[in-house]
């Protein structure tokens, strides 16, 4: 047990600091304390005692240097069981120090906000990591707080401890303390890399906060966990979870995916089905009522148990279609009151309102684990370059273009290789993850007979539809494997070496095709 008689408080946060400090004067632990901190705590008529008067050297620089003193250092760092750290703090009159609470100045909140790069380098805390670092190393003798989540705990210890805490709850707190300032020092490495438009630094870090410990991941055998960090976006991480079971691994992920291609459709409203982070129906159109029943009639049978995304606020219309589906996850931007009052009704319904849409074209990195090692890359953040041409001799009609754009836009979001049909806004089939190309668009195309055969159509879907391929097809096979489905036009990235015999294969069947002289694999 190590007794607290005299605690450290530098917060930027205020949050629990009245009910902490209250507790520590009450209970005649001696209150050091800087700044706003003192103020803030000599408003509540408490006694604290200023750290300038401890070290007997002033706050100077602005502020910028306070707590950076032996008095205060050695406080935290003294072994108590060391007869010379205790002669040296006889020597020199330094006192112990048994807790320290701080927290950091924001950082994160500041860049967030798009302040000038001189107010972020200002938050930028230099005292508050030292110390941090100094107490955790000590927590066999100290106890550091970085949290104000933490303060009932410590107070808790305290309470039952006569004033003390146990060694298990100062080593768990120093975990916590290195992670946060480790976390901040990513922050602050990564900005300052996009500051100096440097993607890649010799040195990689990266943070994040746990959102939620999760009931297992992929599979029931692996542990997983949720954390939020990076630059914000709204979506899945910032979203509120307002009804339903606990959010799983393969939930977030699957739902992320849905949200992400819901974001790319900015133009009117927009319904995303996805199942097992491949779209299974997705659709444009008038309303979310309409886009909604289109997304389904893709594939109705995949849609069970699947994830809908909408790009707008999510109405009663579109909630009671909804309700009729066995859907794990639903997520938007907002949802009216009586469409809540709908869902309401389905408790174990997860449903996400994430206060708005992500930016599909906003800057940022995506991260993959490796043995060993990670694979850092900007995000996919464009669907098609400005200079997309036709290079066959018909063109395609003002209708097949459009479809041809929603349809490509799709694909990006379809794992590799991906064949995407598509006909009047919404999708007929999808093809994807397959390791031939060809089989991606025969899979696709038995989808949009399928479809069209459970609506009660006799012809398939794929007739009349154009078709979206992700990269650009090696041979002229995948092609015709889309024209015999009943593609008319076909939007592809170019760039083979067979694109000629391509082309040729293309224009002998009257074909439109467009190169966007993009791909978008996705694996």
Not at 412 to 426: C, M, P, Q
Request: charge should be negative; proline fraction near 4%.
């Amino acid at each position: 047990m190590s007794k607290i008689t005299r605690a450290l408080i530098s917060v930027s946060d205020k949050t629990g600091l009245e009910d902490l400090a209250r507790y520590l004067s009450e209970n005649d632990v001696e209150i050091l304390s800087t700044g706003g901190t003192a103020k803030a705590i000599r408003d509540l008529d408490l006694a604290v005692k200023d750290v300038s008067e401890e070290t007997g050297f002033p706050e100077i620089m602005g502020g910028r240097v306070k707590t950076l003193h032996p008095k205060i250092h050695g406080g935290l760092l003294a072994r108590r069981d060391d007869d010379g750290h205790l002669q040296a703090m006889t020597e020199q009159g330094i006192g112990r120090i048994d807790l320290l609470v701080v927290n950091l100045y924001p950082f994160e909140a500041t860049v967030e906000g798009g302040a000038p790069f001189a107010d972020c380098i200002e938050n930028i805390d230099i005292g508050g990591p030292a110390l941090i670092r100094a107490a955790a190393k000590n927590h066999e003798f100290v106890t550091v707080v970085v949290d104000p989540a933490d303060y009932g705990q410590v107070i808790g210890e305290m309470a039952a401890n006569d004033g003390a805490t146990t060694p298990e709850l100062r080593k768990q707190l120093a975990a916590r303390a290195y992670g946060r300032t480790g976390a901040y020092d990513a922050a602050i490495s990564g900005w300052f890399s996009e500051q100096l438009g440097e993607p890649f630094p010799p040195r990689f870090a990266v943070g994040g906060t746990l959102k939620q410990t999760l009931r297992y991941g992929e599979n029931p055998h692996q542990e997983a966990a949720f954390y939020t960090g990076g630059p914000a976006r709204n979506g899945v991480a910032t979203a509120e979870q307002i009804q339903g079971k606990e959010l799983s691994f393969n939930n977030l992920n699957d739902t992320d995916a849905a949200f992400e291609l819901a974001a790319e459709f900015t133009d009117g409203p927009a319904c995303i089905i996805v199942k097992h982070a491949n779209p299974c129906g997705v659709a444009v159109a008038d309303s979310l009522t309409e886009a909604y029943s289109k997304a389904l009639a893709c594939d109705t049978e995949s849609a069970f148990g699947g994830i809908v995304a909408v790009n707008q606020t999510l109405d009663e219309a579109t909630a009671l279609k909804i309700a009729d589906l066995f859907a794990e996850v639903i997520i938007a931007p907002d949802i009216d009151p009586v469409a809540r009052e709908i869902f309401a009704k389905k408790k174990n319904l997860r449903v996400l309102v994430a206060g708005g849409m992500p930016d599909p074209a906003a800057m940022g990195m995506t991260l993959r684990s490796l043995s060993g090692g990670y694979l850092l890359q900007g995000r996919d953040n464009r669907v098609m370059e400005q200079s997309f041409n036709v290079p066959t001799k018909r063109q395609p009609t003002d209708a097949e273009m459009a479809d041809l754009i929603f349809a490509f836009t799709v694909a990006k979001h379809v794992t590799s290789n991906a064949i995407v049909y598509a006909k009047g806004g919404a999708t007929v089939g999808v093809g994807a993850g397959q390791m031939s190309r060809v089989n991606s668009s025969r899979i696709a195309a038995w989808k949009a007979a399928d479809a069209a055969r459970l609506a009660g159509d006799k012809n398939s879907w794929a007739q009349g539809s154009v078709a979206a391929s992700d990269a650009f097809f090696p041979f002229a096979d995948g092609l015709l494997a889309t024209v015999e489905a009943g593609a008319t036009a076909i939007i592809q990235p170019g760039g083979s070496i067979r694109d000629l015999e391509i082309i040729e294969a293309a224009d002998e069947l009257d074909i439109a095709m467009v190169f966007t002289g993009m791909r978008h694999f996705r694996h």
